[in-house]
Each structure stands twice: as C-alpha cells, then as structure tokens.
C-alpha cells in the first residue's frame, strides 16, 4: 500500500521526512499536479470539503481566490455559479462560515444537536418569531433576513433584528439552509426543501459524523497532527482523539516534527493512507493565497511545514501593520517565498508591499515567480497594468517592476 519512495516503516510506524509531509499536503490541497478541470470548481470543493467565506473583497472574495489558486483564471462568475446553483453545496459553520458539499449534511447533525442542546444564546428570540420566519418561508420559498423582516435594528452590526436572529437560530438548528447568496446576503430556505430527501434522513449518530469529518479532514490535508485534525472543521481535541483510531488515517512520524514518544496526544501525526499509496509528483502551482486558503489557515501548521508566519493584519491599527491589509502569500516551488499586499486602482493592480523571505540573493530568485503570480491576478481580475508600490527587501523594487512591466 505504502510508495517506497515516500515513506519508511520503523516497527509499526510509518516515517515521513518533513519535505514528503509538505508535498503530500501540497498534493492533498491540490496545488501539486495537474488541476481537475473537468471537475472544475465543484470539483475543489469536494476535495477540500469546505471552503472558508469572509467579507473581505481585495482582488476577490476569499471564496473565489480557493479555486483560483487551484484550477488558474476561472471565471469569477463560473466560480459564483458553482458554489451557489443547483443545490451542489450549503453553508454552515465549519472551520468558520463555510461553503460546503451537500454530501456533507449528515455530518454536521452533531453540530445541530449540540445547538438544540445549547441553553444559552447570545440573542434572545421569542417562539412567535421563530415560527413566523418557518412559516414565511414555507409559504414564500427562498428569502433573505431583509425580505424577513430586515436584518438589523439600525445600531451596530451585531445589533440584529429579531427575525435575523430567528432565521440564524433555524439556520444553526437545521431547519433552514443557506444554500446561495445574494449580493453576499445568505437566502434562506426549509431544509425540507433545499436538502435532499436522502441526505436529509440519514441522522448519524455523534461518533458517525466525527469519524467521517475527521477522515474528510486527514484526506484534505494528506498529513496532519490530531490538533490540526481538529483546527480543520472546528472539532476539540477530545472529539479527534475518541475516533481518530478508527477513521481509517495512518499514524505517521514526520521529521521534524517531533518524536511521537511521549508526545501529548494533540502532537501525534495521521495520514491517509490513499496520499500515501504513490509519490506526488507534477507541476507545482505559482499563485496568490488567500489568508483564509485551508493550505495556510491554520497558522501552526503553516509555520510547521513551511517555516513561513503569517498573520491577517486586516484588523491590526495601519501604523502596526508589518506586510499590510490583506497580505496574501505566495506560493510557487511548493514553499512560500513571500507574500504581497494587493489593492486595485481603476485598471492598475497595485502591489502596496510586495515582501520577499530571507536574505537578499534568496529572495531576488523569487522575483521571477513573484511577477508571474501578480501578472495571473492581474489578468483575473481585468487589470491591463501592474504597479510596485514598496518591496521587502527595498533593492528589489526595480527588478520586480520591470519583471512585471
């Protein structure tokens, strides 16, 4: 079962070296090889089995720069197609809010129950407007907390009206689905509805459905300690650990990584055992991450692999930002070598800090892959110029505008 070339077998325990770790990872999030086009990007859902959203729209939504990075210069409108028509998927809370396969619903019954189970809530919500807002629906079909009643009462953004706060509570209970959006605003409809007949039936138990989103997880992310089993969709450590054993991943011992004597729990290493039946080996892709790509959102697994800290510094004070806004790192070779800070300007993309790692003869061979990833954005988001506004280390301005002019 095991490729010689990838792994090592000491006694009962399979070795990885941190370099086949890395590659396997890469390969599981399907930025090492030939992309699946004809799966195209429902294709990447299914692979990743969730797909983060977050507001923040710099060159593009988070949930559309997944697939970018994957599959090359998709339509934006194709991606929105893919994730929101003809009932391929629904959001939920996973790793956070989360675009995920339909095939999924089953999975996240523990997740409802232990909402049914919860006695406190962080808004309070009257039985009339609970069932008003099932009863609208049923009657209505499909709509927005707006169409309900309006989504907030006019204060803060928290401040949510009480149809927005049923509709959220239906929403966690899994009564109600989101299965699109609408000018980012999530549109509601009946579970009855919007889930298959199939899918809907199938209540699996809490063990079943942690057994399944752990093995999903060791699948998505080839390689993984039990704390980065549990990071993938929001699970405890308590909850990997009753059923890691039984999900069919592999423990491995990863170089690097520490020994796995004496290790606390949440340290031992897993893979699936399908990443390690052959080598991967293919094109390695150069591109753009979001922060929120599952490659890197876990920023201990981040640093582990790729000896790379990243932090969102969207929400830090300008004057503390180190590599800007919405920093995005760049991937190419299978490590990442930098990242770049991106906003547009009519037609101009606009690299506000372009940041290189390491020391200045390292990071002037990144240039080349640093211009190629910025002239793919570029292109992807319809901008016929590029400017350099700042770069990390400061001699490479020059090299790097002329690389990308």
């Not at 523990?110 to 629906?137: I, K, Q, T």
Request: aromatic fraction near 8%; glycine fraction near 10%.
């Amino acid at each position: 079962m095991l490729g010689s070339t990838i792994a090592r077998m000491t006694g009962s325990v399979v070795e990885l070296s941190s370099d086949e770790a890395r590659r396997l990872a890469l390969r599981a999030q399907g930025l090492l090889g030939a992309p699946d086009r004809a799966a195209g990007v429902r294709g990447v859902l299914r692979r990743l089995g969730a797909v983060q959203l977050d507001t923040i729209s710099v060159l593009a939504r988070s949930h559309e720069l997944l697939p970018y990075a994957r599959l090359g210069a998709v339509g934006r409108p194709a991606v929105e197609a893919a994730f929101w028509s003809g009932g391929h998927s629904f959001e939920y809370w996973s790793h956070a809010a989360c675009v995920l396969p339909i095939e999924e619903w089953p999975l996240f019954a523990f997740r409802r129950r232990s909402y049914r189970d919860r006695g406190v809530w962080n808004h309070a919500v009257s039985p009339e407007a609970h069932a008003s807002v099932l009863a609208r629906l049923r009657a209505e079909g499909p709509l927005t907390a707006t169409e309900l009643g309006g989504a907030k009462n006019g204060g803060p953004w928290w401040d949510w009206s009480e149809a927005k706060v049923a509709v959220e509570r239906a929403l966690a209970l899994g009564e109600v689905v989101c299965a699109e959006r609408r000018g980012w605003k999530r549109v509601y409809d009946l579970a009855e509805r919007a889930v298959p007949e199939k899918l809907l039936g199938e209540e699996l138990d809490d063990d079943a459905c942690l057994r399944r989103l752990v093995a999903q997880a060791g699948a998505a992310m080839g390689v993984a300690t039990q704390a980065d089993l549990a990071d993938y969709h929001r699970l405890t450590g308590a909850q990997v650990e009753r059923v890691v054993r039984d999900t069919g991943l592999v423990e491995v011992e990863v170089g690097g990584w520490g020994p796995a004597e004496g290790r606390a729990a949440r340290h031992r290493a897993w893979a699936d055992p399908a990443a390690l039946a052959s080598p991967p080996r293919g094109r390695h892709r150069t591109t753009l991450l979001s922060p929120f790509d599952s490659l890197i959102w876990d920023r201990p697994r981040t640093e582990r692999i790729f000896g790379f800290t990243h932090r969102l510094e969207a929400y830090v004070p300008a004057p503390r930002r180190i590599f800007g806004y919405y920093s995005m790192p760049l991937l190419s070779g299978g490590k990442l070598l930098g990242r770049v800070d991106p906003a547009r300007d009519g037609s101009t993309l606009v690299a506000r800090h372009a940041a290189f790692e390491g020391s200045a003869p390292r990071a002037a061979k990144a240039v080349p892959a640093m211009a190629r990833a910025l002239a793919e954005a570029a292109t992807w988001v319809g901008c016929t110029d590029i400017r350099i506004e700042r770069t990390t280390p400061p001699e490479l301005h020059r090299p790097l505008s002329e690389a990308v002019a």
